[in-house]
C-alpha cells in the first residue's frame, strides 16, 4: 500500500490485493501497538529509502551501504531495507545493520512486533524454473560458491514447478509496480520452505522489464528502479503469510541483459558485474533479525485529556 496523495482530509493510496484463505502471520498493518515498555538501551535507529523512487542516494545497486554504515557507526543496531545495501553480489553493510523488507519495518515501526538480532544458520532459496537450464545452473554455482567460500548452509533450495511471471510496470502515479501470472507456483514453494527449519528465504525470479526502460534506466534517466515495486509486492506477500525474512533477487532472462562490457552509471556497476545477482541478497539474510510478538502490547491504552 503507497501513500500517492494527500488532499485536506482525503489521503490516495495504491494497493496490490492477493486472493488467499492464508491467515496472516501479523498483525494489519492499520493496527497500531503503542509499547508499554521503552527503553533507550540498546540503541536503535531505522534507516528507510523506499525502492522505486529514483532516491539520489539509495535508488542503485546498494549505493546507501556508506551512508547506512556511516548511521550504523553512530548506534547499537540499524535498521535497513534491503535494496538500500544490496548490490547483486556485493554486500558490505556493517554487521549491526539489520537487514529487514518492508513490510516487516512497518510493522515494527507500528508496534506490531519486535525484533530479536541474531545470524541466520540456514537461509532457503526458491528459484522460479527457468525455460533455460544455464541459468538455472548460473544461481546454483553462486549458492555453491557461497557455501564454499562462505560456509552458508542454504537449505532448501526449492525450484517452482512453473514459471512465476512478472511484467514490471509503472502506475498511473508514477511508481514502479508489477503484474504477475502464477503467483501459486511461489506460494507452493513457500509451502516447502515453511516444513523446514529456516525462517529467511530468498526469492529468485524473473522480472520482465521493456528494454526501452531498461536503457533509459542504465542510462540515468529520471524514472524508478523499474524492479523494485514487483520485488517489494513479491517479498510483502512472503512476510504476511509466512513466518520468514525475505529478500528478492532476479533471476537472469537473456544473456544480453548482463550488461558486460558497457559503462554505466557508477551507482549501477554492481548489477552489471553480476549474472546472478542473489550473493548479496544472501549475505544481508544472514542479519535479518528474528521478528517476535509483544505480549504486552496494547492497542486500547487510555489516552490523555486536556482542558
Known amino acids: 500500500m503507497i501513500l500517492t496523495k494527500v488532499d485536506g482530509d482525503t489521503l490516495t493510496f495504491e494497493s496490490s490485493f492477493i486472493e488467499t484463505d492464508r491467515e496472516p502471520v501479523w498483525s494489519s498493518l492499520l493496527d497500531i501497538n503503542l509499547r508499554q515498555r521503552v527503553s533507550a538501551q540498546p540503541f536503535v535507529a531505522v534507516s528507510i529509502i523506499p525502492t522505486g523512487v529514483r ?53 515494527l515501526l507500528l508496534g506490531n512486533i519486535g525484533v530479536i538480532p541474531q545470524k541466520r544458520n540456514t537461509i532457503a532459496a526458491i528459484i522460479e524454473k527457468p525455460r533455460d537450464q544455464r541459468f538455472l545452473n548460473n544461481v546454483l554455482n553462486a549458492l555453491n560458491g557461497l557455501r564454499a567460500v562462505g560456509g552458508i548452509n542454504i537449505d532448501p ?29 511461489l506460494i507452493k514453494a513457500l509451502d516447502v520452505v515453511e516444513t523446514s527449519s529456516a525462517r529467511a528465504v530468498a526469492l529468485i ?37 509466512y513466518p520468514f525474512t525475505a529478500a528478492h533477487a532476479p533471476l537472469l532472462l537473456e544473456w544480453e541483459h548482463t550488461g558486460f562490457g558497457k559503462l554505466v552509471d557508477p551507482r549501477d556497476g554492481a548489477e552489471l558485474i553480476s549474472s546472478a545477482y542473489v550473493c548479496s541478497p544472501l549475505q544481508g539474510l544472514i542479519n535479518s533479525p528474528r521478528p517476535v510478538r509483544f505480549d504486552t502490547a496494547s492497542k486500547n491504552l487510555d489516552k490523555p485529556t486536556h482542558k
Open 205 to 241: 525470479t524473473t522480472l520482465h522489464v521493456d528494454d526501452q526502460v531498461r536503457q533509459a534506466y542504465y542510462q540515468g534517466e529520471s524514472i524508478p528502479n523499474p524492479w523494485g515495486g514487483a520485488e517489494a509486492i513479491m517479498t510483502h506477500l512472503t512476510t504476511n503469510f
Open 55 to 107: 532516491a539520489e542516494i539509495g535508488g542503485f545497486a546498494g549505493d546507501a551501504t556508506p551512508s547506512t554504515n556511516l548511521l550504523a557507526a553512530a548506534c547499537d543496531y540499524l535498521v535497513t531495507n534491503p535494496n538500500a545495501v544490496t548490490a547483486s553480489d556485493i554486500y558490505l553493510a556493517q554487521d549491526n545493520v539489520l537487514y529487514l523488507e518492508g513490510n516487516l519495518i512497518c510493522q
Open 157 to 185: 533450495v526449492v525450484v517452482t514447478g512453473g514459471a512465476v511471471e512478472t511484467a514490471c510496470t509503472y502506475s498511473p502515479y508514477g511508481n514502479a509496480s508489477a503484474e504477475f501470472n502464477g503467483m501459486e507456483e
